[in-house]
């Protein structure tokens, strides 16, 4: 069974960066799109960032320029290099694994990592 662990989150000052990074043990397809997602308090969650099997990536205005989603095949781990970082980028993030061939239901989600930005 494949599990998704990220880690990374923090306390950051704005302007600051972090990278998040989502491992993933058992086996998990190369063919899937994996995705960084997000949460803020009373908010719907929203997609942040996403790369496919073939290294297409794929940001949400409010990060594009800021944040760099990329995956190491050989380790099997995503990233999110998440720079100039802003207050509203505070949420719970989740790493997120799509498999082209599955509906939506049959993601893997993480258990989030806490990013808070202070101003």
């Known amino acids: 069974q494949v599990q998704l662990v990220e880690s990374g989150g923090g306390l950051m000052q704005a302007g600051g960066s972090l990278r998040l990074s989502c491992a993933a043990s058992g086996s998990i397809s190369r063919r899937r799109t994996m995705g960084w997602y997000r949460q803020a308090p009373g908010k719907q969650r929203e997609v942040v960032a996403t790369?496919?099997?073939?290294?297409?990536?794929n940001y949400a205005d409010s990060v594009k320029g800021r944040f760099t989603i990329s995956r190491d095949y050989v380790k099997n781990t995503v990233y999110l290099q998440m720079n100039s970082l802003k207050p509203e980028d505070s949420a719970v993030y989740y790493c997120n694994a799509h498999h082209p061939d599955l509906s939506q239901q049959d993601d893997v989600w993480g258990q989030g990592t806490q990013v808070t930005v202070s101003a």
């Open positions: 790369i496919s099997s073939g290294g297409t990536t």
